[in-house]
């Protein structure tokens, strides 16, 4: 059974930074893709970040240069540091793995403000 519990969000003003975290449950985190989404009101659910089990990373065009995916196998957790936020960067934001099937988190909010 796969658990992944999100953390980190909040209210932030535009221009200041954030990191999420995201922890898993089980055996399979170092073998598995993990990702993080976000979905905004109104919106479709969109890739944010990926990064393999190897570390190869992959970035949403928006959020290049801003945003770093990382992971550390010895607590099973992926993180996201969020730099330079902008207010479109409000959403709420999931954690996702990826192996064999999709498993989400519950989401964490992230609101950047004017």
């Known amino acids: 059974q796969v658990q992944l519990v999100e953390s980190g969000g909040g209210l932030v003003q535009a221009g200041g930074s954030l990191r999420l975290s995201c922890a898993a449950s089980g055996r399979i985190f170092s073998i598995a893709a993990m990702g993080w989404y976000r979905q905004a009101p109104g919106k479709q659910r969109e890739l944010v970040a990926s990064?393999?089990?190897?570390?190869?990373?992959n970035y949403a065009d928006s959020v290049k240069g801003r945003f770093t995916i990382s992971r550390e196998h010895a607590k099973n957790t992926v993180y996201l540091q969020m730099n330079s936020l902008k207010p479109e960067d409000t959403a709420v934001y999931y954690c996702?793995?990826?192996?064999?099937?999709?498993?989400w988190g519950q989401g964490t909010q992230v609101t950047v403000s004017s």
């Open positions: 990064i393999s089990s190897g570390g190869r990373t």
């Open positions: 996702n793995m990826d192996y064999l099937n999709d498993y």
